[in-house]
């Protein structure tokens, strides 16, 4: 049997996983990342994280044939490098290299967001597709491109930013310097701020979501407008229809250009799963060049959740490697 490191590097945590070459997750872990530090400092506490899932295990190490390995921001995947990460203070940063000399094996770096996208695609909710893509609803709105079970990164490794894609001309403005973004209409955050707006808006004192958020606008999350929705209310039944509008046309933009198999929603939003899906799958009709019959698209939840980036990382690491 073959083992892989799959690391999950981000700005407050790396989570690390050790996975046969089955895909299953023998062994985990968290560590703090300490963020700011020198890239090489870092490697080491990750590569010490990485030697101690394998002992744990009681893995032989010869075993183990590569590590994977997951970033937030500008990612040169060619040369193992992060050119730039806010989160985690880096420019040029040769993790992949630093932590080869560490571990001794070969090291691969993707894109955080691509790399869980591969994760789904391979052991998640993606399973039975070859082309799929995941549609990140959190804080932003990020996800990655599967086409033919490979991760679609654009050139440079710098495209498939599908948050940036916008849906309306001159709209919102984005946390990226550009207006009317897909995330600035279809991420939590974006949601939140609707409902908040609605909530301030006339009609909107008497929602049930004042009520839930103990009358405090800055208490409202996602959660707040779907629990409001499912208990009826009309206010946050506007929001979450319109938010689910947005949605549909950011979604529609992808599948026009991509055709995926699949499209796979993952993020705090979509934890409210059938709610989610049974209102945006009619709002597609229309949407889809040519329907949905014909190269038809199936729509779901992602499944993995916070495991995505190890399991994509060290997924990473086997089609690299080819051992299999
Ligand atoms: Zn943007």
């Known amino acids: ?52 899932l394998i002992d744990g295990a009681g893995v032989p190490a010869d075993c183990v044939r590569a590590a994977g390995i997951c970033s937030p921001g ?119 701020g609707q409902a908040r707006a609605a909530m301030s808006a006339p009609g909107g004192a008497d929602s049930l979501m004042w009520k839930l958020c103990g009358g405090d606008p800055d208490a409202v999350c996602g959660k707040t407008v779907t629990d409001a929705v499912t208990a009826g209310d009309k206010t946050a039944e506007q929001v979450w229809d319109r938010y689910l509008d947005y949605l549909a046309e950011g979604t529609a933009n992808l599948i026009n250009i991509f055709r995926p198999e699949a499209v796979l929603y993952g993020g705090g939003v979509s934890k409210a799963g059938s709610l989610l899906l049974d209102r945006l799958v009619p709002k597609f009709e229309g949407l889809i060049f040519g329907g949905n019959d014909y190269a038809h698209v199936d729509f779901g939840i992602a499944a993995l959740g916070n495991d995505a980036g190890i399991c994509g990382a060290a997924a990473m690491a086997m089609d690299h490697t080819g051992v299999l």
């Not at 945590?13 to 090489?40: F, M, Y």
């Not at 691969?108 to 591969?118: E, H, P, R, T, Y």
Request: hydrophobic residues 35%.
């Open 74 to 192: 500008t990612i040169n995947t060619e040369k193992g490098e992060v050119v730039f990460s806010g989160n985690l203070g880096w420019h040029c940063a040769p993790i992949s290299g630093e932590l080869e000399k560490c571990l001794g094996i070969p090291v691969f770096l993707g894109n955080d967001a691509n790399v869980a996208a591969l994760g789904e695609a391979r052991y998640g909710s993606g399973r039975n597709y070859r082309d799929s893509i995941l549609i990140t609803l959190g804080t932003g709105v990020g996800g990655g491109i599967i086409m033919g079970g490979r991760i679609f990164e654009g050139g440079r490794s710098a495209g498939a930013e599908i948050g940036h894609m916008a849906i309306v001309c001159g709209g919102e403005p984005c946390t990226c310097g550009r207006r009317g973004c897909f995330e600035a209409y279809a991420s939590a955050t974006a949601l939140i």
């Open 1 to 52: 049997m073959n083992y892989f490191l799959g690391l999950d590097l981000g700005g407050t945590t790396v989570k690390g996983g050790l996975l046969d070459q089955d895909g299953h997750i023998i062994a985990k872990s968290e560590i703090p990342t300490g963020a700011g530090r020198p890239c090489g400092q870092v490697a080491a506490d990750i590569a010490e994280q990485g030697k101690k």
